[in-house]
């Protein structure tokens, strides 16, 4: 499996909005509405901040929101906060038991 | 609460294999899915394989089929990765993460604080 294709860096100041894309093809984000984004910040695990493409975890702020549409998914920050900058990475299913992460995204706030 | 403790750091000689554990708390062990998940140096997350500790039936990536084996102890409420014939490329930091099974999940809701392995003669 490929990865999937993230932008490799994003920036914003705060307040703004940004919006990272993960694009895929049919056999994993275009097939299946199984998309979850994880947060990492240095030298820390990975975070859940959404799951089946649009879902919040109880605790992750509603400034984060998820979206798909054909094989590409996405993920917005509203309102960017200094500790939004981070590390982001897309993960999709992709059939017969097996799971496929984007290539990361770097989020500098400006 | 949901708590995934990983085994200490390891080095390894190129050509050695490596077993790294992951003791679940806090939930029904055996209910669940657990996933293994690594990162190399400043590179992107790359999903292994995972195992159904309900049954202990097992997937893998197709990167690491051969070389990947992922294995439970429901006694123990351990899961564990043994990866054999490192090479220097094999450097990651290894993280093993829960699925919830139950739920019909298909993400990756607690993970465990990770394992470095050095691959270095």
């Known amino acids: 499996q490929s990865a999937l294709t993230q932008p490799r860096s994003v920036s914003g100041s705060p307040g703004q909005s940004v919006t990272i894309s993960c694009s895929g093809t049919?056999?994993?984000?275009?097939?299946?509405?199984?998309v979850s984004w994880y947060q990492q910040h240095p030298g820390k695990a990975p975070k859940l901040m959404i799951y089946?493409?649009?879902k919040r975890p109880s605790g992750v702020p509603d400034r984060f929101s998820g979206s798909k549409s054909g094989n590409t998914a996405s993920l917005t920050i509203s309102g960017l906060q200094a500790e939004d900058e981070a590390d982001y990475y897309c993960?999709?299913?992709?059939?017969?038991?097996?799971?496929?992460f984007g290539g990361g995204t770097k989020l500098t706030v400006l | 609460q949901v708590q995934l403790v990983q085994s200490g750091a390891e080095v390894k000689k190129p050509g050695a294999s490596v077993k790294v554990s992951c003791k679940a708390s806090?939930?029904?062990?055996?209910?669940?899915?657990m996933h293994w998940v690594r990162q190399a140096p400043g590179q992107r997350l790359e999903w292994m394989g995972w195992i159904d500790a309900r049954n202990g039936n097992t997937k893998y990536s197709q990167t690491f089929q051969g070389r990947v084996t992922i294995t439970r102890d429901t006694s123990a409420s351990t899961a564990s990765m043994e990866l054999s014939s490192l090479t220097s490329e094999d450097t990651a930091v290894y993280y093993c993460?829960?699925?919830?099974?139950?739920?019909?999940?298909?993400?990756?809701?607690?993970w465990g604080q990770g394992t470095l392995v050095t691959v270095s003669s």
């Open positions: 993460a829960r699925v919830e099974l139950t739920v019909g999940g298909y993400y990756f809701d607690y």
């Open positions: 806090g939930y029904t062990f055996t209910r669940e899915a």
């Open positions: 049919s056999s994993n984000v275009g097939g299946y509405n199984f």
């Open positions: 089946d493409v649009t």
């Open positions: 993960c999709s299913y992709a059939g017969d038991y097996s799971f496929v």
